[in-house]
């Protein structure tokens, strides 16, 4: 039985690093950046104003108010390019270049301007740089604004847009194929006779792989019958980069993944791992697909799959942060640890009035509870051979994908 650190380690050592391919801006949001993204211009371009008004010298308009002569008007994408001189001013728009000569914006509230006249009165003083953002105070051209291995988020498709990149070069998406076994298995839509439950594995797996930015498919449900799984891991193997099953892999009678493993020959790197829960977890690698066999139970599926599948999934794609995002947090309510095995408790995470970030853990009755684990937005981590970890300690947590790094 290997520490969870380990296992990561072995699954970061063991998983290729893929190829990148150019995608259509519209479809990068969510994969992984295999290129740094570079400013062809800078930013802003030229002097822009802050807000509509006028563009005035300041030392036109000391004392007040000032007449000034209205010779021209600057708009977004249609500037006034010529050159203002003492005694004039500019009517200019939010976001249009402010004109040489000029060194400061007046507010159109802080001015009067007559119908039909063309000169404006100015009510109040403005200091020089006033409502202007000089050029390239933002970005340099060719300054660095992204890093490759970045996951990018709909906050970043503005940069990618603004400077140029119709197309993004990204990690391929590793192809996934998922299996979830057992003969107490029917499909979502069947009703479970006596003795029998519906498959929620295969539709977990497939979510978080999604997430993770693989193209999943999921595998029919396969039986306890070592011979078929044995035909269906080879066949989902040559044709996946990633195979990940659920369930068979503990050391009962009726748990035959393992034992199909071993009799095709693939190469196993752990099956077990001091973690809860989640420990009768199997990393293997057969015909250059990496396998992942875990547990059974619906939260350890979930736990196992983001400690491991997932940090896979990511690093083939490239990403430098390919594990789950630690932070620390105070702990809301006590737990219990485990003696042997590193444990990873569901939680919900809150800030109190106060901005502390808190994690509350759930009630939940085990590795089979997955109503409880609905409500997770994080793991609470507690170490290896720490019996309990009181109320109001602080404590490392991960955040579960699809969820903030702050509450």
Same mark, same amino acid.
């Given at each position: 039985?290997?520490?969870?650190?380990?296992?990561?380690?072995?699954?970061?050592?063991?998983? #290729?690093?893929?190829?990148? +391919?150019?995608?259509?801006?519209?479809?990068?949001?969510?994969?992984?950046?295999?290129?740094?993204? =570079?400013?062809? %211009?800078?930013? @802003?371009?030229?002097?822009?104003?802050?807000?509509? !008004?006028?563009?005035?010298?300041?030392?036109?308009?000391?004392?007040?108010?000032?007449?000034?002569?209205?010779?021209?008007?600057?708009?977004?994408?249609?500037?006034?390019?010529?050159?203002?001189?003492?005694? +004039?001013? =500019?009517?200019?728009?939010?976001?249009?270049?402010?004109?040489? &000569?000029?060194?400061?914006?007046?507010?159109?509230?802080?001015?009067?301007?007559?119908?039909?006249?063309?000169? /404006?009165?100015?009510?109040?003083?403005?200091?020089? &740089?006033? %409502?202007?953002?000089?050029?390239?105070?933002?970005?340099?051209? !060719?300054?660095?604004?992204?890093?490759?291995?970045?996951?990018?988020?709909?906050?970043?498709?503005?940069?990618?847009?603004?400077?140029?990149?119709?197309?993004?070069?990204?990690?391929?998406? #590793?192809? =996934?194929?998922?299996?979830?076994?057992?003969?107490?298995?029917?499909?979502?839509?069947?009703?479970?006779?006596?003795?029998?439950?519906?498959?929620?594995?295969? *539709?977990?797996?497939?979510?978080?792989?999604?997430?993770?930015?693989?193209?999943?498919?999921?595998? #029919?449900?396969?039986?306890?019958?070592?011979?078929?799984?044995?035909?269906?891991?080879?066949?989902?193997?040559?044709?996946?980069? =990633?195979?990940?099953?659920?369930?068979?892999?503990?050391?009962? /009678?009726?748990?035959?993944?393992?034992?199909?493993? $071993?009799?095709?020959?693939?190469?196993?790197?752990?099956?077990?791992?001091?973690?809860?829960?989640?420990?009768?977890?199997?990393?293997?690698?057969?015909?250059?697909?990496?396998?992942?066999?875990? @547990?059974?139970? @619906?939260? %350890?599926?979930?736990?196992?799959?983001?400690?491991?599948?997932?940090?896979?999934?990511?690093?083939?794609?490239?990403?430098?942060? @390919?594990?789950?995002?630690?932070?620390?947090?105070?702990?809301? $309510?006590? /737990?219990?640890? %485990?003696?042997?095995?590193?444990?990873?408790?569901?939680?919900?995470?809150?800030?109190?009035?106060? !901005?502390?970030?808190?994690?509350?853990?759930?009630?939940? !009755?085990?590795?089979?509870? *997955?109503?409880?684990?609905?409500?997770?937005?994080?793991?609470?981590?507690?170490?290896?051979? /720490?019996?309990?970890?009181?109320?109001?300690?602080?404590?490392?947590?991960?955040?579960?994908?699809?969820?903030?790094?702050?509450?």
């Amino acid at each position: 039985m290997i520490q969870v650190g380990e296992a990561i380690r072995i699954v970061l050592q063991n998983s #290729p690093v893929f190829d990148s +391919e150019a995608e259509a801006l519209r479809d990068v949001p969510g994969r992984i950046l295999a290129e740094d993204i =570079v400013a062809d %211009s800078d930013l @802003p371009p030229f002097d822009r104003a802050q807000m509509d !008004g006028y563009a005035v010298q300041a030392a036109d308009v000391e004392k007040v108010p000032a007449q000034l002569r209205i010779v021209g008007e600057s708009s977004a994408g249609a500037g006034w390019h010529r050159e203002m001189k003492a005694g +004039e001013a =500019v009517r200019i728009m939010t976001g249009a270049p402010v004109p040489s &000569g000029a060194d400061a914006v007046q507010q159109v509230e802080l001015t009067r301007e007559r119908d039909g006249d063309d000169r /404006v009165e100015i009510l109040e003083a403005v200091e020089a &740089g006033r %409502s202007i953002v000089r050029r390239a105070t933002e970005i340099k051209a !060719g300054e660095t604004v992204l890093r490759a291995g970045e996951e990018i988020n709909a906050a970043m498709i503005a940069t990618l847009a603004s400077f140029g990149y119709a197309q993004v070069k990204v990690g391929r998406r #590793p192809r =996934v194929a998922i299996m979830a076994t057992g003969s107490e298995l029917v499909d979502v839509d069947q009703k479970p006779a006596r003795d029998q439950i519906r498959d929620s594995n295969n *539709f977990t797996i497939a979510a978080y792989a999604t997430l993770a930015g693989a193209n999943v498919d999921r595998l #029919p449900l396969a039986g306890d019958d070592t011979e078929e799984l044995k035909r269906q891991i080879a066949t989902a193997t040559e044709t996946s980069d =990633v195979l990940i099953t659920s369930g068979g892999v503990s050391m009962g /009678v009726y748990d035959f993944t393992k034992a199909a493993l $071993k009799q095709l020959g693939a190469e196993i790197f752990f099956e077990r791992v001091a973690l809860r829960p989640g420990k009768p977890t199997v990393f293997a690698r057969l015909n250059n697909a990496l396998i992942f066999g875990l @547990p059974g139970n @619906p939260v %350890s599926v979930a736990v196992t799959f983001n400690l491991f599948a997932r940090t896979a999934l990511r690093a083939m794609q490239r990403a430098t942060q @390919p594990g789950l995002i630690a932070e620390t947090a105070r702990l809301a $309510k006590a /737990v219990k640890g %485990s003696a042997e095995r590193e444990s990873y408790l569901p939680a919900i995470l809150r800030t109190d009035q106060q !901005g502390t970030l808190l994690a509350e853990p759930l009630k939940w !009755g085990g590795s089979s509870d *997955f109503v409880a684990f609905a409500r997770a937005t994080a793991l609470i981590n507690v170490p290896a051979g /720490v019996k309990a970890i009181a109320a109001g300690e602080t404590v490392t947590i991960f955040i579960l994908p699809g969820f903030s790094r702050r509450f």
